[in-house]
């Protein structure tokens, strides 16, 4: 018998972005008590951080709403296809008045540390604050993009220009200052040519005096095609929510596109071309994930819609070596993130815009003045990193974490993840990551795949409320068993061809050190299929304990 705790919550949530919010919500309604740490200064996640200017989605913004606040989505008028930053932070932020979550949630708080309670089946929870909590259940809603990466160039702090991380873009809600920034006529630097990157290098073009272009890989970009949604049409999306959200649960990727065809097999050249000509003009990832699946299978496939897109950066950039430099060459359109673009090629037409390739001449130092590659100094005004996140798992990262016995996190995913369903991982009982590693729902449209998810997870708690469950468990085996099946899935891609992206992370020690995927890639109606199996077997792979039930 285990012994009775002196519980805070039933629930502690790490986290009150979309996915966070969402889970207090609905596990308050069945009767939880509920409470969550955040470590920002409101709920929103990405959306209130990001404020980079050009900050946008590449997802459609009708697909990208909580489906379950029809009052909402029915007075919310989209302006564009593709809603920008403060636009979703004041949509996400309605809906965390209309579910009412901000009394439940403390901000500007971090967890530092977690510890499970053997004897108890609880968590003890204690913030950077000193603070502590204790409760039965413990949910990491961190993001997936939420923690930062700043390289380590020598002098960084030396730099007596501006600096800015494109996550942590001043505004005076989360206490980063609240001055407008203005490129007009400086010299500015930005390194990075991300999702983020592109976004931003295609904004600070259009004012600033000289922009440099610190790249060192360049990625594959396609045209966005934003334009504004009409009050027609959007009466028209306002009608067919159910059905935008039901087509896009039934995708690999949780959009609105899929594929069209299996394969290009039989195909002819002219038929490829006409093809993928209409897609480029359309607008969001159709051409990523509209046309023949099996260009994530087949080289010769890929080769078909990497040509295209190479021949079209060599279209739209002028200067054959710089859109050489443009061009990927070490990995297949589409294998990494595709960032979407408004002109972003034409830029580096632009007289005062400058291609750096750092791989060629790589960055050496920051000085006072700027940044010193290997064969240049570049005066600067201003220095912006867009060099992406610890993804994932930066956040589960940043806090200890202690399962039975005191097993930390990092000894537990030593050589990578390790988990059931990307939910649970052994010997950390009633803790549960939600968009985590190997998670179906994190290499998706994040809404509509979170909101799954969220539903599946909170089932789970009604289950164990009406059975009294005090403590949940993945199982070994399944862990085992889950985690092989992500990496013969990914096995059977290319993708495993392309290990310098987001989707991988660095594990091991000295020689044993590689990449290790971080993402599901089944796809999602896969992923969901297996989490209702699992359900109807009885949560098949979990063990659980309640007083009145036997294992
Ligand atoms: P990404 O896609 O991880 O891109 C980060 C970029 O920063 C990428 O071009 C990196 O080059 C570059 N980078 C990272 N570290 C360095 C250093 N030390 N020096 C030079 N360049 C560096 O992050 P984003 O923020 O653009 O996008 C992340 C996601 O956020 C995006 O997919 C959206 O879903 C939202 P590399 O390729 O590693 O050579």
Redesign the pocket.
């Known amino acids: 018998m285990a012994k009775k705790p002196d519980l805070d919550f039933d629930v502690i949530i790490i986290g009150a972005g979309i996915t966070g919010m969402y889970t207090l919500y609905r596990l308050r309604e069945m009767g939880y008590s509920v409470h969550a740490f955040e470590k920002n200064a409101d709920v929103g996640g990405t959306w209130t951080m990001n404020r980079y200017p050009g900050c946008k989605l ?1 997802s459609e913004s009708y697909t990208y709403p909580y489906s379950f606040l029809p009052d909402l989505l029915q007075e919310w008028d989209w302006k564009t296809e593709f809603a920008t930053q403060p636009e979703l932070n004041e949509f996400f932020s309605k809906a965390a008045d209309r579910m009412d979550v901000r009394k439940d949630v403390t901000f500007n708080t971090q967890v530092m540390k977690s510890v499970f309670n053997d004897e108890e089946n609880s968590w003890t929870v204690e913030l950077d604050n000193a603070e502590v909590f204790k409760s039965r259940f413990l949910l990491t809603a961190v993001g997936a ?1 939420s923690h930062p ?1 700043m ?1 380590k ?1 020598p002098g960084m702090d030396l730099f007596r220009g501006e600096t800015y991380h ?1 996550y942590y873009w001043p505004h005076e809600r989360n206490g980063f200052g609240g001055q407008k920034v203005d490129f007009a006529g400086k010299r500015v630097g930005v ?7 592109v976004q931003v290098i295609q904004e600070v073009a259009k004012t600033a005096g000289e922009l440099f272009v ?4 360049p ?1 594959w970009c396609a045209p966005l095609c934003d334009k504004p949604i009409e009050p027609e049409r959007m009466a028209q999306i306002k009608a067919n929510y159910p059905d935008i959200f039901a087509k896009c649960e039934a995708t690999n990727s949780g959009f609105q596109h899929d594929f069209m065809f299996e394969t290009a097999e039989g195909t002819t050249a002219e038929e490829r071309e006409a093809l993928f000509e209409e897609l480029y003009n359309q607008s969001g990832y159709a051409i990523w994930v509209g046309h023949y699946a099996d260009m994530f299978t087949d080289p010769k496939v890929n080769g078909y819609i990497s040509d295209f897109i190479a021949r079209k950066i060599r279209e739209r950039v002028k200067d054959p070596k710089v859109a050489e430099k443009l061009i990927p060459k070490d990995h297949g359109f589409g294998l990494k ?1 595709v ?1 979407m673009e408004t002109k972003y090629y034409e830029a580096y037409n632009q007289p005062n815009v400058h291609l750096v390739d ?1 791989l060629e001449d790589p ?1 050496q130092r920051m000085t006072p003045h700027g940044i010193e590659t290997e064969h240049t100094k570049y005066d600067l005004d201003m220095i912006i990193y ?4 610890d ?1 994932i798992i930066g956040g589960i990262k940043q806090m200890d974490i202690r399962g039975i016995g005191g097993k930390t996190m990092k000894e537990s995913w030593a050589s990578g993840p390790f988990t059931y369903l990307g939910l649970q991982i052994p010997e950390f009982p009633n803790l549960f990551t939600l968009i985590g590693a190997h998670n179906g729902a994190t290499f998706c449209n994040i809404p509509r795949c979170s909101e799954a998810q969220v539903n599946w997870v909170t089932d789970l708690f009604q289950y164990m409320k009406e059975h009294a469950v005090e403590r949940i468990e993945a199982t070994e085996v399944a862990a085992e068993e889950w985690t092989q099946h992500v990496y013969d899935v990914a096995n059977q891609t290319l993708l495993t061809t392309a290990t ?3 989707f991988w992370g660095e594990f091991g020690e000295g020689a044993k050190r590689g990449h290790k995927l971080l993402v599901y890639n089944g796809g999602n109606p896969a992923y969901r299929a297996k989490v209702e199996e699992v359900k109807a077997k009885g949560y098949e792979g979990f063990t659980m304990r309640a007083p009145a039930m036997a294992e």
Not at 191 to 197: L, P, V
């Open positions: 590449d993009l990466n390289p160039y494109t390194i990075g040519t991300g999702a983020t990157g610190f790249q060192r890989h990625n993130r960032p750092i960055i867009a060099t992406g996140f993804a310098n992206s987001w």
